[in-house]
């Protein structure tokens, strides 16, 4: 999904009527809560494990902010929904009724794992070191 794509689905995750945002740039009020949410959810997930493969590469992928319409987060499209979850999970109380915010908790907790089992090394180490798995 893209960045306005992502930010269309968090507004409707939210069950707030109407469609929108038609764009990311240039929001006030509701829309730019919902874009705002986005982006700082996309940030977040990239910056919750020190672990992730694409921080163990060389050079280590630089940590990406979503700006424009089309922007794609780097991760692949079936994990997008993690981002949206993360951002509904954020939103204040006064926005989200308690059965989003439970829904967005589990929701969240589920698609997190899915980013763990895809995006972090299997390695165990045992010891000191002295072996891996």
């Given at each position: 999904m893209t960045f306005?794509?992502?930010?269309q689905r968090l507004r409707a995750e939210?069950?707030?009527?109407?469609s929108g945002p038609d764009t990311v740039t240039g929001q006030s009020g509701r829309m730019l809560t919902y874009v705002t949410a986005i982006r700082e959810a996309w940030v977040k997930v990239?910056?919750?494990r020190t672990d992730w493969e694409w921080l163990r590469t060389d050079p280590a992928t630089p940590l990406q902010s979503l700006a424009a319409d089309g922007d794609s987060p780097f991760i692949e499209e079936p994990y997008?929904?993690?981002i949206v979850w993360l951002a509904l999970r954020g939103l204040s109380l006064?926005?989200?009724?308690?059965?989003?915010?439970?829904?967005?908790e589990e929701e969240w907790?589920?698609?997190?794992s899915m980013l763990v089992r895809r995006y972090v090394p299997a390695t165990l180490t045992f010891g000191n070191g002295g072996g891996e798995w």
């Open positions: 306005l794509e992502l930010c939210c069950q707030d009527l109407g990239q910056l919750s997008h929904m993690a006064s926005q989200v009724t308690t059965e989003l915010r439970i829904r967005a907790s589920t698609y997190h």
